[in-house]
C-alpha cells in the first residue's frame, strides 16, 4: 500500500511538472514570436518609409545591418538582398508573406532555418513603387528553448521527486501509524491516538473486539456451565446403576433406583435438547419459518397442554385471548409461550392463578403470562435470561428445570424484534409481557 501510494503519488507530481513546463514554454515561446515579429514590422516599416522618399537602396546597410533585408520586384525577381547575391537567387513571388505583402500590403511568415534549432521570421510591406520589401531575422526555435530549460528541469524533477518522495513516505507513515499501533495493541487500543477519520474505523474495531472476546467468554463459559449441569444427573444416573449391577438393591429398591435412573435420564434429555435448541438459534445460518401464526391459537394449545401440570401443581389456567395473527416462526412461538407457562405454573404456590392473556393492540401483539406465584426479588429479575441462571437451584431441578427456558424466551423474542418486559414482586407473583410488531422489519432472524 505504501507503494502504491507512493507511486501514485511520485506519477501525479511528474505528470504536473511535465504539463507545466510544456505548457509554460508555448506560452513564453508565443509571446517571444510576437516581440520579433512586432520588432520585424517596426523595422519593415521605418525601412519602407525610407525607401519610399529615397527611392534607393543606397545607405541600406548602415540601417539594417543586423537584419537581412530583401527587395522583391512585382514578377517576384529579386534585385536586392544584404546578405546574398540577388541575381543568384531564385524567383520571391510564391512566398506566403510576399503574396500577402502584394494582396494586401503587409504580410508575414515565420519557416524553419535549415538548423533545428533556429526559425527565421519575415516580414514584408509593399512599397509604392509596387515592388516588395521584405526583412527577415533569425530566432531560436521552441525546440532550443526545450534543451536549454532541459538540464535545469531535469534537476527540478529530481529535487521535486525527491521531496515528494519523502512527503508521501512521511505522510502515508502518518496514516498508517494508527492501524499498525491498533493490531499490535488490540487489547489497549485507549492509548492509541489517531486522527478524527480514522475514529469511527477505531470505534466500530474496539467494539467488534469487545464483542468477539465478550462472546468468546461466553462461550468458555456456556461450556463449563454445559459440562457441570451434565454431570449431576449422570453421575446419579451411574451410581444407581452401580448399586444394582452389585446386586445389593432388593427388588423394591432396584424399582426405586430404576426409576431414579429414569428420572436423570429424563432431565438429561431435557437439557440436551434445550442446549440444542439454544445453539441452533445461535447460528446465523438457521432461517425462521415465517407464516402468519395466531398467538390466541397458539396459547389456547398452550393451555390445554399444560391444563394437567396446572391440576397437579393446584394451579388454575385462565386464558384471555383475542385473535391476533402475526408473521412468526410457529415452533417457536409455541416454545415462547410454553415456556412462560410452564415457569409460572412451576414457580407458582398452591391454590395459585395463572393468566394467559394474547391482545392485538393497534398495530401489536401483547402476549402475557401472569401468576400469582412465588415472584421474583429486584436484583434477580436482570439475570433470569441468562442461560443457566436459577433462583433456588433445586426449586428448578425438582420441577424440571434446565435454567435455559428464559434465555430460549429471549432468544426467540429477539429474533422476531418482540420486546421482553418483566414486573414482578417477590411473594405475589410475575409478569412477563412480550410485544409483537404485527409485521416485523426484521423477518431474517438478525438481532
Ligand atoms: P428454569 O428451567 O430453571 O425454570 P428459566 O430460564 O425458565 O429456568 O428461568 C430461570 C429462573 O427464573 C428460574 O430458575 C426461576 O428461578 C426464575 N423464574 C422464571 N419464571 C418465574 C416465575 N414465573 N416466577 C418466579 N420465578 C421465575
Redesign the pocket.
Known amino acids: 500500500m505504501k507503494r502504491r501510494i507512493l507511486t501514485v503519488f511520485v506519477c501525479i507530481l511528474a505528470a504536473a511538472i511535465g504539463a507545466t513546463a510544456v505548457l509554460m514554454t508555448l506560452l513564453t515561446y508565443g509571446m517571444f514570436e510576437n516581440w520579433v515579429m512586432d520588432d520585424l514590422r517596426v523595422n519593415a516599416r521605418m525601412l519602407g518609409a525610407f525607401l519610399n522618399q529615397e527611392n534607393g537602396e543606397a545607405g541600406m546597410e548602415a540601417i539594417a545591418d543586423d537584419l537581412r533585408v530583401t527587395l522583391i520586384r512585382e514578377d517576384g525577381t529579386v534585385y536586392y538582398d544584404n546578405r546574398a547575391n540577388a541575381e543568384q537567387m531564385e524567383n520571391h513571388g510564391t512566398r506566403p508573406e510576399v503574396l500577402e505583402a502584394m494582396d494586401s500590403g503587409e504580410g508575414s511568415d515565420v519557416r524553419d532555418s535549415e538548423t533545428v534549432d533556429k526559425n527565421t521570421f519575415y516580414y514584408a510591406i509593399m512599397l509604392d513603387d509596387g515592388s516588395v520589401l521584405r526583412v527577415a531575422q533569425e530566432a531560436q526555435s521552441i525546440w532550443s528553448i526545450y534543451q536549454r530549460a532541459m538540464p535545469l528541469s531535469l534537476v527540478l524533477l529530481v529535487i521535486m521527486m525527491g521531496l515528494s518522495v519523502w512527503v508521501a513516505s512521511m505522510l502515508t507513515r502518518r496514516l498508517i501509524a494508527p492501524i499498525e499501533q491498533m493490531t499490535a495493541h488490540l487489547d489497549h487500543m485507549d492509548g492509541v491516538t489517531c486522527y478524527p477519520e480514522l475514529e469511527p474505523f477505531m470505534s466500530m474495531i474496539k467494539s467488534q473486539h469487545e464483542e468477539i472476546l465478550r462472546s468468546a467468554d461466553m462461550r468458555v463459559e456456556f461450556t463449563a456451565n454445559v459440562s457441570h449441569e451434565l454431570k449431576t444427573p449422570l453421575t446419579s444416573i451411574s451410581g444407581y446403576a452401580e448399586l444394582i449391577e452389585s446386586g445389593m438393591a432388593s427388588g423394591e429398591q432396584s424399582r426405586r433406583f430404576a426409576a431414579e435412573i429414569h428420572k436423570s435420564s429424563n432431565r438429561l434429555l431435557t437439557l440436551i435438547n434445550d442446549i440444542i435448541r439454544l445453539s441452533q438459534m445461535d447460528s446465523p445460518a438457521q432461517e425462521l419459518t415465517m407464516e402468519t401464526v395466531d398467538m390466541a391459537q397458539i396459547a389456547a394449545n398452550t393451555v390445554e397442554q399444560l391444563r394437567l401440570n396446572a391440576r397437579k401443581s393446584e394451579v388454575t389456567l385462565e386464558l384471555d385471548a383475542r385473535s391476533a395473527p402475526i408473521q412468526a416462526d410457529r415452533r417457536m412461538m409455541e416454545e415462547l409461550v410454553y ?1 412462560l407457562c410452564d ?2 405454573i ?2 407458582n404456590v398452591k391454590g395459585g392463578s395463572v393468566r394467559v392473556v394474547v391482545h392485538p393492540v393497534r398495530e401489536k401483539v401483547l402476549v402475557s403470562v401472569q ?1 400469582t ?4 426479588s429486584k436484583e434477580h429479575q436482570a439475570h ?1 435470561f441468562e442461560r443457566f ?4 437451584k433445586s426449586r ?1 431441578k425438582a420441577t424440571g ?7 430460549i424466551v429471549k432468544h426467540i423474542a429477539a429474533k422476531h424484534g418482540a420486546q421482553i418486559q418483566i414486573d ?1 414482586e417477590l411473594g405475589c407473583g ?1 409478569t ?1 409481557s412480550v410485544t409483537f410488531e404485527r409485521r416485523p422489519q426484521d423477518k431474517t432472524g438478525r438481532q
Open positions: 415456556n415457569n409460572a412451576r414457580y401468576d406465584g412465588i415472584g421474583i433470569v441462571f436459577r433462583v433456588d428448578s428445570g434446565t435454567g435455559l427456558g428464559l434465555a414482578s410475575t412477563i
